[in-house]
């Protein structure tokens, strides 16, 4: 299955069958087994992972995240450009039934206009070091943060959404950038399909 993904991808692409790094990714046990512990645990970054897994939001578009984003009615969430982003302009993305069930959750007991709270380590740009320390901890193959944002932008493609909607919805400014990613992506299983039950 990895080699036919890949080279379907390449030939998307146009680019040329060179080697490259293979990016780690969480296969769907090791998600669920992840979120799950993260949750019984009372991890306070639970809704952060959740939320990247989820959406394919950057680590600075999550923490910028306020209600006025919003919209439950219309299932769907906008990502505002975020100074010092790599996005460059406003966009939505779809709330799955286990991000909308946060959500609703998160408003019942929220005070304030941000989403997410602000753990310990999330302002001074620790997400990376408190995951891998989180993962290794549990017992699984330990990933960098924004591994999390390229597995959602992977399940988006195996479940057949085409690659400019990805790139479009994780505001990844060309196909060529989104492409490199998804080719490093190597062997992994799906992800939960409530990943897309909107």
């Known amino acids: 299955m990895a080699n036919v993904l890949g080279h379907s991808m390449l030939s998307m692409s146009g680019a040329k069958n060179t080697p490259r790094k293979t990016l780690e990714l969480l296969t769907q046990t090791e998600v669920d087994f992840f979120l799950a512990k993260a949750k019984e645990l009372g991890n306070p970054w639970y809704p952060i992972w959740l939320m990247a897994l989820h959406t394919g939001m950057r680590s600075s578009e999550l923490i910028a995240l306020t209600w006025d984003d919003v919209y439950f009615d219309k299932k769907m969430i906008r990502v505002r450009n975020i100074k010092n982003s790599k996005s460059s302009c406003e966009r939505f993305v779809p709330m799955s039934v286990s991000v909308k069930n946060l959500l609703e959750e998160l408003k019942n007991t929220s005070s304030g206009k941000f989403v997410l709270e602000r753990p310990q380590g999330w302002k001074e ?40 909607a990805i790139a479009q919805m994780g505001g990844w400014h060309s196909l060529s950038t989104l492409n490199r990613y998804l080719r490093c992506t190597g062997t992994f299983e799906f992800m939960p399909k409530d990943c897309f039950n909107f």
């Open 125 to 164: 740009k620790k997400q990376s070091s408190i995951l891998r320390a989180f993962l290794k901890s549990i017992g699984i193959k330990i990933i960098h943060f924004q591994a999390l944002r390229v597995t959602w932008a992977t399940t988006m493609f195996i479940s057949g959404v085409p690659l400019y």
